[in-house]
């Protein structure tokens, strides 16, 4: 292996260690083809699979795989009508498997995530029986205060530009603290622990994906 190589599996290693004594599942995957096999071997087939947004779910597979394989898929972008994407997410929220990403991870295995609405990390607090997330390993931070500051200035401006939003950071490329009717970030949410053991899973990932 390589120094790089090497230093991202100590870096991974350290940080599973942290989630494990949060009582989170965390797993090591140094490239996206080897993230989706390992998903896949978490996923039962015939599991009933909702999703937050998220790019890396798209970056490494899995959404396309879910999507084509056997399984029970609650897909909010299939609704026809504001109602019915209502109430496939409100099904997604008792689904058997959430799928996602974290904004940010610190070394000892803290989840920081900023939201718009909220459904993505009401999903993470509550809800669905498991929560699998994919978070490249370029996302960890040292402290819960850097994984902010790289979520409101790192995530967010990028999110803000794909979605077409109206926000200061996407007009200067930094955090404006806003109160817009457009921010999305409405909800901060901070995860240091999981009273369901092992019901958070993470996968970190050795190659960049996501914002």
């Keep these: 292996m390589s120094p790089k190589e090497i230093y991202k599996e100590k870096l991974a290693q350290k940080i599973i260690k942290g989630l494990n004594k949060r009582n989170m599942e965390g797993h ?3 490239t996206k083809e080897e ?3 390992t998903a896949l071997e978490i996923i039962p087939q015939g ?3 909702s999703w937050g947004g998220s790019e890396s779910i798209k ?3 899995v959404l396309d795989a879910v999507k084509s394989g056997n399984y029970i898929v609650y897909d909010r972008d299939s609704a026809k009508s504001p109602e019915e994407r209502t109430e496939i997410m409100r099904k997604g929220m008792f689904a058997d498997f959430y799928l ?3 904004n940010a991870i610190t070394y000892d295995g803290e989840l920081v995530n900023i939201d718009g609405m909220g459904g993505r990390v009401a999903a993470y607090i509550w ?6 997330l994919f978070v490249s390993l370029n996302k960890a931070v040292g402290t819960i205060e850097e994984g902010v500051n790289r979520v409101r200035n790192c995530a967010a401006p990028p999110n803000a530009e794909r979605l077409n939003l109206n926000t200061p950071c996407r ?5 404006g603290n ?3 009717a457009d921010t999305i970030c409405s909800q901060l949410v901070v995860t240091r622990f999981s009273k369901i053991k092992n019901r958070i899973k993470v996968i970190l990932i050795g190659e960049e994906s996501g914002y």
């Design 171 to 175: 007009a200067t490329g930094l955090c």
């Design 35 to 37: 993230v989706l096999k």
């Design 59 to 61: 970056e490494v597979g």
């Design 47 to 49: 599991a009933s699979i």
């Design 178 to 180: 806003c109160l817009s």
């Design 100 to 102: 996602g990403s974290s």
């Design 28 to 30: 090591y995957a140094p």
């Design 127 to 132: 809800g669905p029986e498991n929560v699998l």
